[in-house]
């Protein structure tokens, strides 16, 4: 349980595995900041709970039977609004939650593009030898069985990460040269700590947000030199590869002069994403209700 102590109410905020019991949460937190909203230009966010616990008029107080069954008195003073609105003003303003409501209108579209992306993206880079892939759409992923059941259609979110550490006796891509690759990815890849934007952003932990911690700290950490956090967009993920390799070949094959090549074909790469944009779509419409459902 985690206590919020923004409102200063436990809010249950488990982080599950696979064969976790479950426990109903008194509250659930989204950010309006990421997906849902989408442009990435509004901060915003949403706590959701059964009416009793949002509101009760000034003075008043209620008992409910509760979800295991018990009696439990709340007290006006004890729901969220009173608590948020009157001791800390965190209400929304209006012309956020317009962006928000915007944003709704396409989130559908906008997640299974992502998710294209995402499976295009994961997909290529696993098979280039310099670079190791942490996604848990990639079926030798650990998280891959925690993904198929928890996910909707079995498909991943649009956050994963790489790394250019070397294996299979391959050497790690020099520092150096990685961080004039790094560099040379903007504009076209944005260099931000965030995500659910509708352009891909990537981030290297150890040079930007964790660039403090020692290499002992970071190792324990899982971070390495050369770990890229990538937030996929709505772009062509091709558009990415194609300046991810184009940026290779200007810098990381000064040092290691088959990287570039080392990707696959641009036929392979056509294959990989036509098949997956239509898995993805497949997977998607057959999920959708019959038109006779709908007419009930």
């Keep these: 349980m985690i206590t919020d102590t923004t409102v200063g109410t436990p809010f249950l905020h488990p982080v599950l595995k696979r064969d976790d019991p479950v426990e109903r949460p008194d509250f659930v937190i989204h950010s309006y900041t990421k997906e849902l909203a989408g442009s990435g230009t509004t901060t915003a966010g949403v706590v959701i709970g059964r009416n009793e616990d949002m509101f009760i008029p000034k003075g008043d107080s209620v008992t409910i039977s509760d979800y295991n069954g018990e009696e439990k008195t709340i007290n006006w003073d004890e729901t969220l609004f009173w608590n948020v609105y009157y001791i800390k003003g965190a209400f929304l303003d209006a012309d956020k939650a317009f962006e928000v409501l915007n944003g709704m209108k396409t989130y559908e579209m906008r997640v299974l593009q992502?998710?294209?992306?995402?499976?295009?993206?994961?997909?290529?880079?696993?098979?280039?030898?310099?670079?190791?892939?942490?996604?848990?759409?990639?079926?030798?992923?650990?998280?891959?069985?925690?993904?198929?059941?928890?996910?909707?259609?079995?498909?991943?979110?649009?956050?994963?990460?790489?790394?250019?550490?070397?294996?299979?006796?391959?050497?790690?891509?020099?520092?150096?040269?990685?961080?004039?690759?790094?560099?040379?990815?903007?504009?076209?890849?944005?260099?931000?700590?965030?995500?659910?934007?509708?352009?891909?952003?990537?981030?290297?932990?150890?040079?930007?947000?964790?660039?403090?911690?020692?290499?002992?700290?970071?190792?324990?950490?899982?971070?390495?030199?050369?770990?890229?956090?990538?937030?996929?967009?709505?772009?062509?993920?091709?558009?990415?590869?194609?300046?991810?390799?184009?940026?290779?070949?200007?810098?990381?094959?000064?040092?290691?002069?088959?990287?570039?090549?080392?990707?696959?074909?641009?036929?392979?790469?056509?294959?990989?994403?036509?098949?997956?944009y239509l898995d993805v779509h497949q997977r998607f419409v057959e999920s959708l209700p019959e038109y006779s459902t709908l007419l009930q």
């Design 114 to 276: 992502k998710t294209i992306n995402t499976l295009t993206l994961a997909r290529v880079f696993q098979m280039h030898p310099d670079i190791n892939v942490s996604c848990p759409a990639l079926p030798d992923n650990p998280n891959y069985a925690l993904m198929q059941d928890n996910m909707v259609l079995g498909l991943p979110a649009a956050l994963f990460t790489i790394d250019m550490e070397g294996s299979q006796g391959r050497s790690p891509i020099n520092k150096d040269v990685f961080k004039r690759f790094f560099d040379m990815l903007e504009p076209a890849i944005g260099m931000q700590v965030s995500l659910g934007q509708t352009n891909t952003v990537a981030l290297c932990p150890a040079m930007t947000t964790h660039s403090e911690l020692s290499d002992d700290a970071l190792d324990a950490a899982g971070i390495k030199p050369t770990t890229m956090r990538i937030a996929v967009g709505l772009e062509d993920p091709r558009a990415f590869l194609t300046h991810i390799q184009r940026a290779a070949e200007m810098s990381i094959n000064e040092k290691h002069p088959d990287f570039s090549s080392a990707f696959p074909s641009p036929d392979k790469i056509d294959e990989i994403y036509k098949r997956t």
